[in-house]
């Protein structure tokens, strides 16, 4: 005579609950489970009851899972939301970028903020960046913008159209940042604007917007930009 064990050991052998999926899409993404850049299938599954492995009954819908196509763990759709490595590298260049632009646009262009600003944004990966390309692009956003006195903005100016740009850059970006990388974007910002002497009011006003874009808290802003300011040059 089988014992409890064997007979719910031979009732589970019997049926059971089987997950059939179908591939509704494919693309890149960052597997967790990996560690990198991975392609993926996205998976919609259907429930059924099975005896002898035979599927009978439906047991509803499993929902969209995203299955690694090199590992084969399944995750749910929130993974597509983490950018790949790809693209994380194309959002911080761009992030730099466009600290280095708002920070120009707001201080004026003397020639050592240019070339604290083009270095800066080299070394996030744009290599090809030049101080006549940063002028460039500060004349026509400047031109854009206007200005009070030829050397900063206009006081509604930075919140009209530099804010706007640095939060619809920035903000998407600090998601995927640990605090210290956001910290570090706002000190880039600082050096290129203190690379020609102490703060603007439109300079520290735009580093201030920075701050918030990269969600970082009014007093960690204020603590960076102070104790950047007192960094030897």
């Known amino acids: ?11 589970r052998g019997l049926y059971g609950i089987r997950t059939a999926w179908d591939a509704v899409g494919d693309g890149e993404f960052f597997c967790q489970d990996c560690g990198g850049d991975r392609n993926y299938r996205r998976l919609t599954g259907r429930r059924r009851l099975t005896v002898l492995g035979v599927p009978l009954l439906r047991r509803g819908d499993a929902g969209l899972v995203v299955e690694c196509a090199d590992c084969g763990a399944h995750s749910g759709t929130e ?48 290599a090809d960046c030049s101080e006549d390309q940063l002028l460039t692009v500060v004349e026509v956003l400047t031109a854009d913008i206007g200005h009070d006195d030829g050397v900063g903005a206009t006081a509604g100016a930075c919140g009209a159209a530099l804010a706007i740009e640095l939060h619809e850059v920035l903000t998407p970006l600090a998601r ?41 808290c009014p007093e960690d802003t204020a603590r960076l930009l102070t104790a950047a300011a007192r960094m030897p040059s």
């Open 1 to 11: 005579m089988r014992s409890a064990k064997g007979q719910r050991a031979l009732r």
């Open 79 to 126: 993974a597509l939301e983490h950018p790949t490595t790809t693209r994380f590298s194309s959002m911080l260049r761009e992030a730099v970028h466009t600290v280095a632009l708002a920070v120009l646009a707001s201080g004026g262009t003397p020639r050592t903020a240019l070339e604290a600003a083009a270095c800066t944004v080299r070394e996030a990966g744009l």
């Open 176 to 216: 995927h940042l640990v605090p210290a990388g956001r910290e570090s974007v706002l000190l880039q910002g600082a050096r290129i604007a203190l690379a020609d002497g102490p703060y603007g009011a439109a300079e520290r006003e735009v580093l201030t917007t920075v701050g918030r874009a990269l969600r970082l």
